[in-house]
């Protein structure tokens, strides 16, 4: 009885030290975002807890280890499921070991004084990456999993500066006196999380990274990934949410819910909300219906849809998936598909050359355009987005009015760019303008893709790969496409109406009437060449429709052609190579102006290109004289013009 009363009074000392230890004063309550937050002192540090209203079976927690209330949404959203928050601030001690001994002894105290779950899950932003790592790697059993934020994995990297980021020399200082380090040994140290992860990575701890994909503070290539490589390697599950055109802030997500699944799915899974579908994450604008093309599918068993747009359109993949499932739909219909797609073309190309490519072909049934990829990436200016986009919807519904068209928006990463930085790209504004005033649906892939990879879904890096997607973007293409085509043709289609072209079009100087003239109709100097079958003779790479074709070739300075037309616009349609030149022009007498031919992608490819010279002019007749200048790009290795057709607009 004696021992008995004896260790009871030890117990009770040793619990009223560790208590004195913690609060060396009065204890405050504080509201965190609706909350209760109690704060105090442990060993002399600030130091918080923040209760759930009630706390979930499990008693999880969540311990935030640098920026305490810094984009908290998630642990916003984890109160709300039951989850406690808490944290220590020991800024001052950099994760040194020092600062894992101290978290070692709140971890004892948290458990001991508020029977929290004995695993923890760790959360670390920029720096405090240092903390949950060093510390998570000398208490794997301690751990549920790690939400990193453009953490910290290299000392090197920052505060160091060592490779590309931009580094913090009072930082670096700071962290290598608290390491007990110099610029020497700090070379060959092993205590930060590149290396000690691989403990985590063995225990399958597992893990989600959120960074921004031109963090150039703490680069993701000299952090995350490295750490990831290491994971992988130790078998251990490391899961990464790459946002695009986003830097080291803001950390976190709008949208927590990706984290927050993450979470639950590693500690409490019955907390989890009903998956969402599939198809939440579409970006559809449903604008009047499909029925015209599926009346004809259906009634005349034959159907004519042509698929309008730059290189992710001609290249294999989806084009090919939506052929298959339009035969599949509707099996007794005569289908002909029609491949309008030509590599590095955007809408001002496509409504130029509309009537060549496709109305040529007869009446269209069903038109997919698509032309946001390569107007943005051609730097096209939004007035000339809105022109060629409106050419090409006003020319298809005048040609056929029962026809049915889907504006398509691909994605690349400088749209998700775009997306994640709060605005809508200016391609797809100008492009919806258009649909928008001809009541025509368009199906906005750019954001849908920015969405689910911010959803976690998927990764641009492993998954979607490239603006010309891997066989899963294609997937995903079709998939989307094909729900747009089920939920439009959900019900009986009824009868054929015909769209109606609109008293005037949006923008008056549109290329409503876009087409090429001859090039017969040009009058040249002797210095130029009418090349009836023209191929490169310098082994650079072509597009297929741009060789072996006709053109108009001159290289020598101050060769001049003029050509006659009747119109608002007036442009070339030139092969673009490594010897294309600076050329000059002239409309109705006015002074010459000059446009370089040469582009970003000259040196690698005679390109096919669009020079647009003018397209607001009266329409009346004009006179253009072009001729070549004496200059020339630095990069060009001549002064070449090589003509494959006249763009002209009336």
């Known amino acids: 009885m004696p021992n008995i009363t004896k260790q009871l009074t030890k117990t009770i000392l040793l619990i009223a030290f560790f208590i004195g230890l913690s609060f060396q004063g009065k204890a405050q309550e504080s509201d965190y975002h609706g909350f209760k937050c109690l704060d105090f002192k442990f060993e002399g540090r600030d130091a918080k807890i923040v209760f759930p209203k009630e706390a979930e079976a499990g008693r999880h927690w969540i311990w935030r280890a640098r920026f305490w209330g810094h984009e908290p949404q998630t642990e916003i959203a984890l109160l709300g499921k039951g989850f406690h928050v808490v944290y220590v601030d020991a800024a001052d001690l950099c994760a040194n070991p020092e600062a894992v001994a101290l978290w070692n002894r709140f971890y004892d105290y948290l458990i001991k004084e508020y029977q929290l779950n004995p695993k923890t899950v760790l959360e670390g932003m920029s720096r405090g990456g240092l903390y949950i790592y060093n510390w998570g790697s000398e208490n794997v059993e301690k751990v549920a999993c790690i939400y990193a934020d453009a953490p910290v994995c290299d000392l090197k990297s920052w505060p160091g500066g060592k490779g590309k980021g931009i580094g913090s020399a009072p930082d670096w200082k700071q962290h290598l006196e608290a390491y007990k380090l110099t610029k020497e040994t700090v070379k060959n140290f092993k205590g930060m999380p590149i290396f000690n992860a691989r403990k985590l990575a063995e225990a399958k701890v597992p893990v989600l990274h959120v960074c921004g994909a031109v963090d150039d503070a703490v680069p993701v290539d000299e952090n995350t990934y490295v750490l990831e490589k290491t994971y992988k390697e130790a078998g251990g599950d490391i899961k990464i949410i790459l946002k695009e055109g986003i830097g080291h802030h803001p950390h976190s997500l ?120 390569n107007d943005a990436t051609n730097g096209f200016k939004p007035e000339r987005m809105l022109r060629g986009m409106e050419g090409i919807i006003y020319q298809a519904i005048k040609s056929n009015p029962n026809i049915d068209i889907v504006m398509l928006h691909f994605v690349d990463q400088d749209k998700m760019a775009d997306y994640n930085n709060g605005k809508t790209p200016e391609v797809i504004v100008q492009h919806e303008k258009v649909a928008e005033y001809y009541n025509i649906s368009s199906i906005n892939l750019a954001k849908e893709v920015n969405d689910r990879i911010l959803n976690g879904e998927f990764t641009w890096r492993d998954d979607f790969k490239n603006l010309h997607p891997s066989p899963f973007g294609q997937a995903l293409y079709l998939k989307t496409i094909q729900h747009f085509f089920e939920t439009s043709w959900k019900h009986p289609a009824k009868v054929i109406t015909p769209k109606l072209l609109p008293n005037q079009p949006l923008n008056s100087y549109s290329y409503i009437n876009g087409h090429f003239e001859p090039l017969a109709n040009a009058r040249l100097t002797k210095e130029w060449k009418l090349i009836k079958d023209w191929k490169p003779v310098d082994n650079v790479s072509t597009r297929p429709g741009f060789v072996n074709v006709p053109i108009l070739e001159a290289s020598k300075p101050s060769a001049s052609l003029s050509l006659k037309f009747k119109g608002t616009a007036i442009g070339l349609f030139v092969t673009s190579g490594p010897d294309a030149g600076i ?52 990069l060009s290795i001549g002064n070449v013009c090589r003509i494959h057709q006249f763009a002209v607009n009336n």
């Open 583 to 634: 050329v000059e022009y002239s409309i109705d007498g006015a002074g010459f102006k000059t446009i370089d031919q040469f582009t970003q992608w000259s040196n690698q490819l005679h390109l096919p290109w669009l020079i647009l010279l003018e397209d607001e002019l009266k329409n009346t007749k004009h006179t253009l004289i072009l001729r070549i200048a004496a200059s020339k790009n630095p």
């Open 254 to 373: 709008k949208d927590p819910a990706p984290i927050v699944r993450f979470i639950l799915t590693n500690t409490a899974p019955a907390l989890l909300d009903k998956t969402e579908p599939y198809e939440s994450k579409m970006a559809i604008n449903f604008r009047g219906n499909m029925d015209n093309c599926r009346i004809k599918f259906e009634k005349e068993k034959k159907g004519r849809v042509v698929f309008l747009g730059g290189s992710i359109t001609n290249m294999k993949g989806w084009r090919d998936m939506v052929c298959d499932y339009l035969r599949q739909r509707f099996p007794s219909t005569q289908f002909e598909f029609i491949n309008a797609g030509i590599p590095s073309t955007g809408s001002t190309p496509g409504a130029m050359r509309f009537k060549r490519d496709v109305l040529s072909k007869g009446t269209v049934d069903l038109l997919f355009e698509e032309a946001a990829v």
